[in-house]
């Protein structure tokens, strides 16, 4: 993984958003002929997880 | 294990002559810059040295003891399962390249806190503040976020709450919620005041961070709409428009028509704080929340890196002495002797008991293997140490008596600049009445006096150090503002969503009394439970603004307690699983910095609660204003009987809730105890971990 790729993926989780490329080859492997979230569909999923209900939210540090 | 089964990367010894040689170096040159800091008189030293002085005992502390946690105390195993590996969706659960996933804990991690408390702390000299941050970090901090990320990591990266429960039992592990929730309250409130105090009469820091609205929309529309998922354009764009926002202000705190308009009082702005506060955490996350959260992570990275290479390029001298007079209690900025209201007052960066919370969210989820587990847990924090290092710099770079100017109540120093020299002048600082009025208009201030809270002060020294990078006296005003900017900014992210978790929180322990609460979907329950947060932080919020001890002297010790009291609770945890693991021949490693903050804690709490001296006691406060009502006088800052009686009523609430604080954590330690002697008796390993071998399909 080149540098940039890295601190772009970084920058990325940073604001809780892991690796798309990533869930796509996990989807392939694992679930091959599910349904896969659209680029814009895996945002938005992320995007609920992180600020959404329950325990999934990380709660917010001093 | 023998030495010969244990990888090279675990041996605790160095085992080659160069390693022995580079270690000894270092452990060497970390000595003799912690003894120039600690030694030096006179003279200001430079910053220099408490740079290397921090960062050779960090790098001993992870290569040897936090190395001798991980592998001999609770032996982490490369080759086991993480729940990464073993639930992988490409969502939650990823295994996760090390660095990145440093860049996502650390991001977590690290808040406000590090660079508020250390700035407070300054107020007795610079030597304190450092040697706790530094022992702290080691031997309490940096071990909580470490163990409890592992036993998490071991246990399908359940919560921290969850643990409690299953490791100690139902009742403590309730109590332990009831705490996280009072302790957030609590946080909301103290984090909000801090913005408060930044931005009261000051138009050009209002309408800058005023701005930050229409700018985190604008990003949210175009995030959703236009370019879903490009976080680097709309983040580019909203830093675009933030750096325009901060320049406009200068014009907007120049117009005659617009200044009035964005010159707002403190209870003004406690109350817009709380109508924002409702508002922002009801509409949709995408909208504002999410861009906020985008431009705060990315500004606050930034800006750390560039204060350190601030520092390293500036070298500045400490102005402040080592140690000053107010180490006996009487400072002004906080109210308390050293021991125990030093270890209070800097929590986050020595030790901070909301990391539990965060090492036990998202980040064991994403945990490749457990050998990462010591770089991620322990190096973190350290690197948040070394940023509440950084804040307490920039502080101390200040002349001392600025420091105090800004940070001392009307009450001592009155309200115009020759009434504030005379009085630092008391405390042995000597300034011209002028240079205050000078350094107010270098930063674009009306005035410098009583900007208690530590983030101007922390503005200030860090527009010092930056203007001396960049654009020199020129450009003073503009890095006063980004940093202003800057804090307020992460902030009041830090309030939309903490908003957000109190309200789920309020919503799963009213469910329990009343079904219909805990439908989080619903409108009707989640304006209830939205409200009642809102109104507990800003309760707090608009009692710290009218405060007549300025509010932080209140409320951040209630802070600090709090934070500790939560990593005491984290650290037994930490301690009843080392039992039950049968490891418990090392348990000092926990029971120490648990012993530890439950003597500082429990002794603030109780100074805070009986303290004779109205300047820290609630109750004698509560008492001084009573009596003075009674006898029909009225005690500045109230106005009215009604304003007595209030100041009164605030008073025991506060004790009441510092009462509270303390009854929790000795329960939940009388429960520690109980079952970790439990576990003593049983043969067998007890603790409950989940399967490492085990694959559990999703």
């Known amino acids: 993984m080149s540098f940039w790729s890295r601190a772009v993926q970084t920058a990325r989780l940073m604001v809780g958003v892991p690796d798309y490329d990533a869930y796509r080859a996990h989807r392939a492997a694992h679930h091959p002929g599910e349904p896969v979230l659209s680029r814009a569909d895996f945002h938005r999923d992320r995007i609920a997880r992180r600020y959404g209900t329950g325990t999934g939210a990380p709660p917010r540090c001093c | 294990m023998t030495a010969a089964t244990v990888p090279a990367q675990q041996r605790l010894t160095p085992q080659t002559a160069r390693d022995w040689l580079i270690w000894g170096a270092i452990t060497l040159l970390g000595a003799g810059a912690l003894g120039v800091v600690a030694l030096h008189r006179g003279e200001p030293v430079n910053a220099l040295w408490i740079v290397t002085a921090a960062l050779c005992t960090y790098l001993v502390a992870y290569r040897f003891y936090?190395?001798?946690?991980?592998?001999?105390?609770?032996?982490?195993?490369?080759?086991?399962?993480?729940?990464?590996?073993?639930?992988?969706?490409?969502?939650?659960?990823?295994?996760?390249?090390?660095?990145?996933?440093?860049?996502?804990?650390?991001?977590?991690?690290?808040?406000?806190?590090?660079?508020?408390?250390?700035?407070?702390?300054?107020?007795?000299?610079?030597?304190?503040?450092?040697?706790?941050?530094?022992?702290?970090?080691?031997?309490?901090?940096?071990?909580?976020?470490?163990?409890?990320?592992?036993?998490?990591?071991?246990?399908?990266?359940?919560?921290?709450?969850?643990?409690?429960?299953?490791?100690?039992?139902?009742?403590?592990?309730?109590?332990?919620?009831?705490?996280?929730?009072?302790?957030?309250?609590?946080?909301?409130?103290?984090?909000?005041?801090?913005?408060v105090?930044?931005?009261?009469?000051?138009?050009?820091?209002?309408?800058?961070?005023?701005?930050?609205?229409?700018?985190?929309?604008?990003?949210?529309?175009?995030?959703?709409?236009?370019?879903?998922?490009?976080?680097?354009?709309?983040?580019?764009?909203?830093?675009?428009?933030?750096?325009?926002?901060?320049?406009?202000?200068?014009?907007?705190?120049?117009?005659?028509?617009?200044?009035?308009?964005?010159?707002?009082?403190?209870?003004?702005?406690?109350?817009?704080?709380?109508?924002?506060?409702?508002?922002?955490?009801?509409?949709?996350?995408?909208?504002?929340?999410?861009?906020?959260?985008?431009?705060?992570?990315?500004?606050?990275?930034?800006?750390?890196?560039?204060?350190?290479?601030?520092?390293?390029?500036?070298?500045?001298?400490l102005?402040?002495?080592?140690?000053?007079?107010?180490?006996?209690?009487?400072?002004?900025?906080?109210?308390?002797?050293?021991?125990?209201?030093?270890?209070?007052?800097?929590?986050?960066?020595?030790?901070?008991?909301?990391?539990?919370?965060?090492?036990?969210?998202?980040?064991?989820?994403?945990?490749?293997?457990?050998?990462?587990?010591?770089?991620?847990?322990?190096?973190?924090?350290?690197?948040?140490?070394?940023?509440?290092?950084?804040?307490?710099?920039?502080?101390?770079?200040?002349?001392?008596a600025v420091y105090f100017a800004m940070n001392a109540p009307s009450a001592l120093i009155g309200t115009d600049v020759t009434s504030a020299a005379q009085a630092i002048a008391h405390w042995g600082f000597h300034i011209q009445p002028e240079a205050l009025t000078q350094i107010a208009r270098d930063v674009g201030e009306g005035t410098i006096l009583s900007r208690a809270g530590g983030a101007p002060t922390l503005a200030v020294g860090m527009a010092h150090i930056l203007s001396r990078v960049i654009g020199g006296p020129a450009l003073m005003a503009f890095w006063y503002h980004f940093a202003i900017l800057f804090e307020a900014l992460f902030i009041l992210t830090t309030v939309d969503a903490g908003t957000r978790v109190a309200r789920f929180m309020i919503q799963d322990l009213l469910g329990s009394v009343i079904p219909a609460m805990r439908a989080t979907e619903k409108l009707a329950p989640n304006l209830i439970a939205t409200a009642l947060a809102v109104g507990a932080w800003g309760w707090f919020l608009y009692q710290g603004v009218t405060d007549p001890l300025g509010g932080i002297n209140t409320l951040w010790p209630l802070f600090g307690i709090s934070n500790q009291m939560l990593a005491a609770i984290a650290l037994t945890l930490a301690t009843v699983i080392l039992f039950r693991m049968k490891r418990q021949r090392?348990?000092?490693?926990?029971?120490?910095?648990?012993?530890?903050?439950?003597?500082?804690?429990?002794?603030?709490?109780?100074?805070?609660?009986?303290?004779?001296?109205?300047?820290?006691?609630?109750?004698?406060?509560?008492?001084?204003?009573?009596?003075?009502?009674?006898?029909?006088?009225?005690?500045?800052?109230?106005?009215?009987?009604?304003?007595?009686?209030?100041?009164?009523?605030?008073?025991?609430?506060?004790?009441?809730?510092?009462?509270?604080?303390?009854?929790?954590?000795?329960?939940?330690?009388?429960?520690?105890?109980?079952?970790?002697?439990?576990?003593?008796?049983?043969?067998?390993?007890?603790?409950?971990?989940?399967?490492?071998?085990?694959?559990?399909?999703?």
């Open chain 2, 66 to 195: 936090a190395l001798f946690i991980a592998a001999r105390v609770v032996r982490v195993d490369p080759a086991r399962a993480t729940p990464a590996v073993r639930r992988a969706d490409g969502l939650d659960f990823v295994p996760t390249d090390r660095n990145v996933l440093f860049g996502h804990h650390f991001a977590a991690i690290a808040g406000a806190g590090p660079l508020v408390g250390p700035v407070l702390a300054a107020q007795m000299g610079y030597l304190p503040g450092t040697l706790w941050l530094l022992v702290g970090v080691v031997f309490a901090g940096a071990v909580q976020d470490l163990l409890i990320l592992f036993c998490s990591t071991r246990r399908d990266a359940r919560s921290l709450g969850d643990m409690i429960r299953t490791e100690m039992g139902r009742v403590p592990g309730t109590i332990a919620l009831v705490g996280v929730l009072a302790i957030m309250v609590i946080l909301l409130a103290v984090l909000a005041l801090v913005v």
């Open chain 2, 586 to 698: 090392y348990a000092w490693v926990t029971i120490a910095p648990t012993l530890w903050l439950l003597v500082c804690t429990l002794t603030a709490g109780w100074q805070k609660l009986f303290h004779p001296d109205p300047r820290i006691g609630f109750l004698s406060h509560a008492d001084k204003f009573a009596q003075a009502l009674a006898e029909g006088r009225l005690l500045a800052p109230a106005r009215t009987p009604a304003d007595m009686a209030r100041i009164v009523f605030n008073d025991r609430v506060d004790a009441a809730v510092c009462a509270f604080f303390v009854v929790l954590v000795l329960a939940i330690v009388v429960y520690g105890v109980a079952v970790a002697r439990r576990a003593l008796a049983s043969a067998q390993p007890t603790a409950q971990e989940a399967e490492g071998a085990h694959v559990v399909l999703v």
């Open chain 2, 319 to 400: 102005q402040m002495p080592a140690v000053t007079h107010f180490v006996d209690g009487t400072g002004p900025a906080f109210a308390g002797a050293l021991f125990p209201f030093l270890f209070i007052t800097i929590a986050c960066g020595a030790v901070s008991g909301f990391h539990a919370l965060i090492a036990s969210g998202t980040t064991p989820k994403m945990i490749a293997t457990e050998g990462d587990l010591r770089f991620i847990g322990y190096g973190a924090m350290l690197t948040e140490s070394f940023v509440a290092v950084m804040a307490l710099i920039a502080a101390c770079v200040l002349d001392p």
């Open chain 2, 197 to 317: 105090k930044a931005l009261a009469d000051s138009p050009w820091g209002t309408f800058t961070v005023a701005a930050t609205i229409p700018i985190a929309l604008l990003m949210g529309l175009y995030g959703r709409f236009l370019r879903p998922g490009r976080i680097a354009e709309m983040s580019g764009i909203g830093f675009v428009l933030l750096m325009a926002a901060i320049m406009g202000g200068q014009q907007v705190a120049a117009s005659p028509a617009l200044a009035p308009l964005f010159t707002l009082t403190g209870p003004t702005l406690a109350l817009a704080l709380m109508a924002y506060g409702f508002i922002a955490s009801v509409v949709p996350v995408w909208l504002l929340l999410a861009p906020r959260d985008y431009l705060s992570t990315f500004l606050k990275i930034g800006v750390i890196a560039g204060l350190a290479l601030g520092i390293l390029i500036v070298r500045p001298e």
